[in-house]
């Protein structure tokens, strides 16, 4: 019926009031709370960069799967069992037993309560799964064991991370899971992300060992470069006599003595007893520093070491020094991260991306409503009054929601104002056609509404498919464009069908005898 | 009243010839996929030299060994955008710092790095694929249960005409394809379903209403019909995109250029393959009546 109540029309005014504050509070402070809103800008409109980072497994399984390789022969020690031909092949273990011990292993391994294999009840499924093949034993990961570890290796690598970039102090980074061996990176406004990049890229993993001459070092040993490359590779124990995890503090400092930056410490309680230890008994050792599987410096001990402190020195400059003492303060990732994928926008380019796109939204906008008016006189006004206020209503959602507008999104709005206008030509069209036949001005526009319902109901059902699609397929600013052009379907049906509908029978109440209304 | 219907045959085949060389283009000329399918870098440049051009960076790029470099002005004379293969130097972009640096002095302005590795390509061409998959499929069904099977083939068909003629016109022109055209093109299927859908509407509201028309010219009455809306829509579409593709900026170019063509063919193909269809299947009054009877 082509009639609205008082009541009707108070809300319809109200809301669009409402909006129109709401949209405008983008533009000036509010001191109210509710009203102080705005829309958030995607990274391509304030510059910033997305960093996708992967979590590299492979090493953390390799250790896990080392590591088990001692767990096992004490365990099967302590039980009298002999396990012969231990082999650590990548991430997989093989080993043999005696004949009459076979039975056992197998059921130690399968046994729900087992210590040496955790059972997660609710995957139904061990850590390791184990196989046999021509009396050899096979021990790697299972597929649940792989996916608990990788969460395992993804909580702490986020938290990890989180802290790096926290102390660099970028403003209101975003920091969240993808999958179970990704993290995703928000920097908005970050101008530079070389530094923070290659922050990301250390694992930081510091370890002090000392310098051997022989390979029979009874934990093994390896041969490690010099970050710098500034003296021969050395032979380095695999003993670790402390890693990073003793840390309580690094701190940038420039030596007095020698004026060189270096790197000073603090070690934990246990650390520094440890570390009194190895220098008391190590006197005229060198002792390696190493990072990352390369030495950063291996200073000859000259004295005992009881205080628990110490400094790191390997011809740094302020900045590397700062960055090192950043990374051994924030702690070591669980894992290697790779960056996957890297977007970055300079602020310019991003204040040039909005005056672009609020110039092509104003140029859009101006050219829809100018046909229109020239279409349709008076209707045109009508339906040109909706679409600016279908904007606000657009924006206003937007702000209420705190969405993030980007590029596309933009482009998104300036689509829904080219298509908004389709659901009121559909009426009016089909007014056009009811007159044809009709004399009552108000029964015209009555049918011509009712009319023209299911097509504009297909017609935006189908763009709202395709935006839902999109939102949820869509990553980054493809996002926002379906976001947009998603709320302007809701926003065109409302203001098509409360606020033109309430102007139209406004006017056509007034112009019930006028004859060609339309 | 336009009679449409005398040219059904000649569209006809029109529409099949372009439909034919663009499955051809496709699949022996390709897509040209950007840097988020295909994997690579791309970097935004602003000089602040305007004797600096795309040859000169070019060379100076082509000594850095990047591989395939392409260099190109993006938008005006010191603007420009290069793009290289997957690299495995995790360093690479401050090389090329320090390397134009070095050539040109400190003149460069490094607006927008990307860099997308082949894992994650990958996955962005699976993920497009599919969302584009899953439109039409959505399209189909909701189409399906809204309407008669024939007018579910006519609109189909109509979606599938304008998407492939779409790529195919992009895969002619050498248009890259990223991101924002997958946006773009199902963009494209919701209007090119709205379309059709507003014109199926009414001629499933002409069937019920005259018993001795032929579906030939009950098309064309029906499209007459609509055919204010149909423009009316388009053109003022057609202003917002033409207002995104000029003002926009470089980076939404592809994408509006994609809806420009999108928009054109989706209005084309409502009336001359959605309809088209239902005068091949011989669609009467019966068709609807009886859907009618059996709900």
Known sequence: MLYFSKFRIISVILISLFFILIASSNLFKFENNLLNKKINLGLDLQGGSYLLLEIDNNPVIEQKIQNFSITIRN??????????????????????????????????????????????????????????????????????????????????????????????????????????????????????????????????????????????????????????????????????????????????RMDSETNETVVTFTLDRVGAKRFGKATSTGIGKQLAIVLDGKII????????????????????????????????????????????????????????????????????????????????????????????????????????????LTLPGIAGIILTVGMAVDANVLIFERIKEELKNEKNNLIAFDSGYTKSRTAILDANITTLLAAIILFFMGSGPIKGFSLTLGIGIFTTLFSVYFIARLLTVLYVYRNKEKEGLI | MIAFNKYYNQFNILSISLVVISLF?????????????KGGTLIELRSTDSKINVSSLRDNLNSMNLGDVSVKNFGNETDFLI????????????????????????????????????????????????????????MLIYIWIRFEWQFSLGA????????????????????????????????????????????????????????????????????????????????????????????????????????????IFGTYSSIYIANTVLVRLRVSQKTVLREDESN
């Not at chain 1, 370890?207 to 500034?230: C, I, M």
């Open chain 1, 75 to 252: 365990y099967f020690k302590d039980k009298n069992i002999r396990i012969k031909n231990l082999k650590i092949l990548g991430q997989k273990l093989s080993f043999s037993v005696d004949e009459n011990f076979k039975q056992t292993i197998l059921d130690t391994f399968n046994d729900e309560e087992s210590e040496l294999n955790p059972y997660y009840p609710r995957f139904k499924s061990h850590q390791l799964d184990i196989t046999e093949e021509n009396n050899i034993f096979f021990v790697n990961y299972s597929t649940q064991g792989i996916v608990k570890l990788k969460t395992s290796s993804q909580d702490q690598a986020l938290e990890i991370v989180r802290r790096r970039i926290d102390e660099i102090g970028t403003n209101e980074p975003n920091i969240l899971k993808r999958g179970n061996d990704r993290i995703l990176v928000e920097l908005p406004g970050l101008d530079d992300p070389m530094r923070i990049k290659s922050l990301l890229g250390k694992t930081a993993n510091l370890t002090f060992r000392f310098v051997t001459n022989n390979d029979q070092d009874s934990f093994g040993a390896e041969k490690l470069s010099y970050e710098d490359e500034s003296e021969e590779d050395a032979l380095v124990s695999k003993r670790i006599i402390l890693s990073g995890d003793n840390l309580l503090d690094a701190q940038p």
């Open chain 2, 156 to 263: 189909i068909l109509a979606l599938f005409h304008d998407v492939l003629v779409t790529l195919g016109l992009f895969s002619l022109l050498g248009l890259e394809i990223n991101l924002s055209i997958i946006a773009a093109v199902l963009t494209i299927v919701g209007y090119s379903m709205n379309d059709t859908v507003v014109i199926f509407d009414r001629v499933r509201e002409n069937l019920r209403k005259y018993s001795d028309i032929k579906i030939y010219d009950l098309t064309n009455i029906s499209i007459n019909e609509t055919l204010s809306r149909t423009l009316i829509t388009s053109i003022t579409t057609l202003l917002a995109l033409l207002s995104i593709f000029f003002f926009g900026g470089e980076i939404l170019k592809g994408f509006s250029l994609a809806m420009i063509f999108g928009v």
């Open chain 1, 297 to 404: 410096s291996a200073p000859v001990i000259r004295d005992t070491i009881a205080s628990g402190s110490g400094q790191i020195s390997g011809g740094f400059t302020f900045q590397s020094a700062t960055d090192l003492a950043l990374l051994l303060r924030s702690g070591a990732l669980p894992a290697p991260l790779n960056i996957i994928e890297e977007r970055t926008v300079g602020p310019d380019l991003g204040q040039d991306s909005i005056n672009a796109g609020m110039i092509a939204l104003a140029i859009g906008f101006v050219l829809v409503i100018v046909f229109i008016f020239v279409k349709y006189k008076i209707f045109g006004l009508i339906t040109n009054i909706t679409l600016i206020l279908n904007l606000f209503l657009l924006i206003g959602i937007l702000t209420i929601f705190e969405a993030t």
């Open chain 2, 25 to 37: 283009l496709l699949t022996f000329k390709g897509l040209n996929f950007g840097i988020d399918f």
């Open chain 2, 83 to 138: 793009k290289f293969e997957i690299n495995n130097n995790k360093n690479i972009i401050e090389e090329i710092k320090s390397n134009l640096d070095k050539s040109f002095g400190n003149t460069f302005d490094f607006r927008r790095v990307e860099n997308v590795g082949p894992k994650v390509s990958a996955e962005l061409l699976k993920s497009g694929v599919i969302a584009i998959a899953v439109a039409l499929t959505l």
